[in-house]
C-alpha cells in the first residue's frame, strides 16, 4: 500500500515537471529604471540590486531550483506578485502619487525587517541586510522620498518659471544642445566608485565644461533661443551648487536635482525632424 502511495506522489511529480514557468523577463528600458533615475549612489544600487532586484525587477535571475516544479510555481507567484507591487524597472512610468508611496512602503518594510523576504535570503546569503546596510538604504529612501515630497511643494509654491511651450507644442533645438543634454545625464549616470565629496564635486565641474561646450555650440534664434536660456540657466546654478556642495546629502541631492532638470529638457525642446 505504501509503495503504491509512493509510486503514485512520484509519478504525479515527474508530470507536474511538464508544467514550466515562463522565465522570459519583460523588457528593460533603462531609463525607466528607479536606481537610473533618481541617480543612486553606487553603494545603494549595488546593495539594492542584489537584495530587492530578482523579485522587484524585469531583470530577475533565477536559480536552478527555478526549474523544479512545484517550488518553480510558487517562486514565479511571488515574482509576479511583488512586480506588481513595486517594479523598478518600470519606475518611470510611475505617476508622482505613487511613487512617493512606494519609496514610503519600502521604508516600512525595510524597518520592520520584512525585506528581503526570509525565504529568499535563506537561499541567497548576499541578499541578506547586514544593520548597516538595512540602515544605509532607510536613510537614503527616507532621503529621496523628501525629495520627491520636495518637488512637490516646490512645483506648486513657485510661480512658474518663463519656460513654456510653443503654443503646446515643443521648441526644436539644435543638433548640439540636443548632444550637450545627453552628455550630461550620461555623466550623471556613470556609477560613482565611492561616495565621496570631492567625487561629486569633479563631476560638477565635468558637467560646467560640458555645459560651456553646449552654450558655444549653440546657434538657435528668436523665441527657441529665448526659451533655451529660461532653461538653461537653472542648470547653470544647480551645477555650480555642485561644484561646491560640502557635505554628502548636499552633493546626493543636488546631482538628483540636476538629473531631474536635465530630463526636463524633452518635455519642452526637441530634434528637428529629418526631411521625409
Ligand atoms: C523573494 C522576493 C522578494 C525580494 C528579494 C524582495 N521582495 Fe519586496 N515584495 C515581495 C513580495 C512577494 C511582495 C508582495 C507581498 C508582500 O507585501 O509581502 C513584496 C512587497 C514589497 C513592497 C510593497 C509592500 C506593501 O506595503 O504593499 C515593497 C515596498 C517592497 N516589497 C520592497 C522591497 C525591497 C526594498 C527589497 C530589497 C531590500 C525587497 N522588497 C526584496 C518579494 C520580494
Redesign the pocket.
Known amino acids: 500500500m505504501l509503495k503504491k502511495i509512493g509510486l503514485a506522489l512520484f509519478a504525479i511529480f515527474v508530470i507536474i515537471q511538464f508544467f514550466r514557468i515562463d522565465k522570459t523577463n519583460p523588457e528593460v528600458i533603462a531609463e525607466n529604471d528607479f536606481l537610473y533615475a533618481v541617480g543612486a549612489p553606487e553603494e545603494v544600487t549595488q546593495?539594492?540590486k542584489t537584495?530587492?532586484?530578482?523579485?522587484?525587477s524585469n531583470t530577475t535571475h533565477y536559480p536552478w531550483y527555478s526549474n523544479v516544479a512545484p517550488i518553480s510555481w510558487w517562486?514565479k507567484?511571488?515574482?509576479n506578485?511583488?512586480r506588481?507591487?513595486?517594479n523598478f524597472s518600470e519606475w518611470e512610468t510611475f505617476e508622482h502619487k505613487r511613487k512617493l508611496k512606494?519609496l514610503k512602503?519600502?521604508v516600512?518594510?525595510?524597518e520592520e525587517k520584512?525585506?528581503?523576504?526570509t525565504?529568499?535570503?535563506i537561499t541567497?546569503g548576499d541578499?541578506k541586510?547586514s544593520d548597516q546596510q538595512r540602515e544605509l538604504?532607510i536613510n537614503w529612501?527616507k532621503e529621496t522620498l523628501s525629495y520627491f515630497e520636495e518637488g512637490e511643494t516646490t512645483a506648486e509654491e513657485e510661480p512658474k518659471s518663463d519656460l513654456t511651450l510653443d503654443n503646446g507644442k515643443k521648441w526644436i533645438a539644435n543638433i548640439e544642445t540636443i548632444d550637450g543634454i545627453n552628455n550630461m545625464i550620461a555623466i550623471i549616470a556613470q556609477p560613482m566608485e565611492e561616495d565621496r565629496i570631492i567625487l561629486f564635486v569633479a563631476r560638477g565641474q565635468q558637467l560646467m565644461t560640458e555645459f560651456e561646450t553646449l552654450v558655444s555650440k549653440c546657434n538657435m534664434t528668436g523665441e527657441a533661443h529665448e526659451q533655451l536660456h529660461h532653461y538653461i540657466f537653472p542648470l547653470k546654478e544647480k551645477i555650480e551648487l555642485l561644484m561646491n556642495c560640502e557635505d554628502m546629502t548636499t552633493c546626493d541631492l543636488t546631482q538628483l536635482d540636476i538629473l531631474r532638470h536635465l530630463h526636463l529638457f524633452n518635455e519642452y525642446f526637441e530634434g528637428e525632424s529629418l526631411p521625409s
Open positions: 546593495i539594492i537584495s530587492c532586484y530578482d523579485c522587484h517562486l507567484d511571488h515574482i506578485e511583488a506588481e507591487e513595486l512606494k512602503e519600502a516600512e518594510e525595510l520584512e525585506m528581503p523576504l525565504s529568499y535570503t541567497h541578499a541586510l538604504l529612501f
